[in-house]
């Protein structure tokens, strides 16, 4: 069993970085492949980013491609996300998933382990 909480979000201006991170609690979050899941106003829940329960292989959605980047420290049981160069259109609460499955350039969640999410909100 996995609990997720996040913390990081905030108000930042357009070009502004923001550095998201996922803590785990209960089971070791090691053995799990994890994500990052955004849902924008009116929008549907799109997938974000990915990482191997090692942290070797990660994977990103096209938009944020160059401008974030997933790690992990299992050791912390946390999951990060850096956002560089931020957009209006990043505006969203952003979600982190645990034990879903990784592969080749995406990562499907796991339906049991959602964190509460994260306000990120971009100004013009």
């Known amino acids: 069993q996995v609990h997720l909480v996040e913390s990081g979000g905030g108000l930042v201006q357009a070009g502004g970085s923001l550095r998201l991170s996922c803590a785990s609690s209960?089971?070791?979050?090691?053995?799990?492949?994890m994500g990052w899941f955004r849902r924008a106003p009116g929008k549907e829940r799109e997938f974000v980013a990915g990482?191997?329960?090692?942290?070797?292989?990660?994977a990103y959605a096209y938009s944020v491609k160059g401008r974030f980047t997933i790690s992990r420290d299992n050791a912390k049981n946390t999951m990060y996300l850096q956002m560089n160069s931020l957009k209006p259109e990043d505006t969203a609460v952003y979600y982190c998933?645990?034990?879903?499955?990784?592969?080749?350039?995406?990562?499907?969640?796991?339906?049991?382990?959602w964190g509460q999410g994260t306000q990120v909100t971009v100004s013009s």
């Open positions: 209960g089971r070791t979050m090691s053995t799990y492949d």
């Open positions: 990482i191997r329960s090692t942290g070797i292989s990660t």
């Open positions: 998933n645990a034990g879903g499955t990784y592969y080749n350039n995406h990562y499907h969640p796991g339906d049991d382990y």
